[in-house]
């Protein structure tokens, strides 16, 4: 071939390659940017799928909020015989002490007979005297394994009586506690009958204590109980107003690629708050109502405060918010279920709740 032939088939393989590269390029490019696609799509995906769960948390928390009131309703009251205790007796279990190990069988250590022509030969050739050996080996092996299997199963059976022995003890404890705590409960039961102050303020601290509210609610309440004027009197720590969230719901700006908070308006927020501790209030009278006597409790009083800090001075104080009063024939004509909470305790006499300072400076707390 020429010298010009071979530059004209170098030049044709160079701009072969060089299209070969420009389609590799253009594929890679292309594949580049789909996955970079894919990656967006993901991304936004994610982002909204986060902000949905922060506004479906939300929702929830303005839900359980909502609800304070009205999940106690159908709740049954609290009983002295919900109080007491009844003893755990799970079966015993022995686990593996409750199954022997099987005896040792001598099929598995006698030696094999011989047999046929073997056994006839075995008269002239020693086979009877081997044989005699073995069965006396074997034999020797077979009683060594009987002795240690009877040792082991009299093991057994000595762990097996101390398991039994510490579970009826155990037993017996539990017995013990229940029967303790139920003749607790029935001397509180006979006093509380009787209008014994000290009987019924501690039940009806039993009553609080088994009320169920949201985890970040403060658990803190005091109890008085006036006998000659069948009353009780509650002091009891609300929520600080953080409890409403301050944001309404939360959404994804995908122009900026950020989740941001729609704020709850100042004025919402004092408003659900202000709802939220007029159903508090009405929950307490109503779980201490139905769970005692009318000729031990005829009224009920509940306080509110919060314990927070002064502003001014950094100190710990308590703000009263909410103070509120009701003779039970009052109260147990009330329909709970449909009443709106402030407007419920305005019809008890109750003062509207302090107002948004306090409450602001609740937030705080």
């Not at 393989?13 to 490019?29: I, K």
């Not at 000729?295 to 100190?315: I, L, N, P």
């Not at 009063?325 to 419920?344: H, I, K, M, T, Y």
């Amino acid at each position: 071939m020429s010298r010009s032939g071979n530059l004209a088939e170098w030049e044709r393989r160079l701009a072969t390659q060089h299209r070969d590269d420009e389609r590799l390029t253009r594929e890679r490019t292309r594949r580049d940017r789909e996955q970079e696609k894919v990656r967006q799509q993901e991304h936004l995906e994610s982002q909204q799928r986060t902000a949905d769960e922060q506004a479906a948390a939300v929702q929830e928390q303005i839900k359980n909020l909502d609800e304070v009131l009205s999940s106690a309703l159908p709740l049954a009251p609290m009983s002295f015989d919900r109080l007491t205790a009844t003893a755990r007796t799970p079966p015993f279990d022995p686990g593996p002490l409750g199954a022997a190990q099987p005896d040792p069988n001598w099929r598995d250590f006698a030696p094999a007979r011989p047999g046929g022509l073997y056994r006839f030969l075995g008269r002239f050739l020693g086979g009877g005297a081997r044989y005699k050996r073995q069965l006396a080996q074997a034999q020797d092996r077979f009683e060594a394994a009987a002795a240690e299997h009877r040792q082991q199963e009299s093991q057994r059976q000595q762990a097996l009586a101390v398991a039994k022995a510490k579970y009826h003890g155990k037993l017996t404890e539990e017995r013990a506690r229940a029967a303790a705590r139920n003749a607790y409960i029935a001397r509180h039961q006979s006093a509380f009958a009787t209008g014994d102050a000290e009987s019924v303020a501690w039940f009806v601290r039993c009553v609080l204590k088994a009320s169920r509210y949201p985890e970040d609610f403060p658990r803190e309440y005091q109890v008085a109980y006036d006998s000659e004027r069948r009353a009780v009197a509650v002091d009891f720590e609300l929520p600080p107003q953080s409890v409403v969230p301050p944001a309404r719901t939360y959404r994804y700006v995908k122009a900026r690629d950020v989740i941001e908070p729609v704020p709850r308006p100042d004025h919402e927020i004092r408003q659900r708050y202000e709802r939220l501790i007029a159903c508090i209030a009405l929950r307490t009278l109503h779980e201490i109502f139905c769970a005692t006597a009318p000729e031990v409790v005829r009224s009920v009083s509940f306080t509110g405060y919060v314990d927070t800090s002064d502003r001014a001075t950094g100190k710990p104080v308590r703000p009263h918010l909410l103070s509120v009063s009701a003779d039970r024939p009052v109260f147990e004509g009330l329909v709970l279920a449909a009443v709106e909470p402030a407007a419920c305790l305005a019809g008890l006499g109750a003062p509207a709740p302090a107002g948004p300072g306090a409450a602001e400076s609740a937030r705080g707390g």
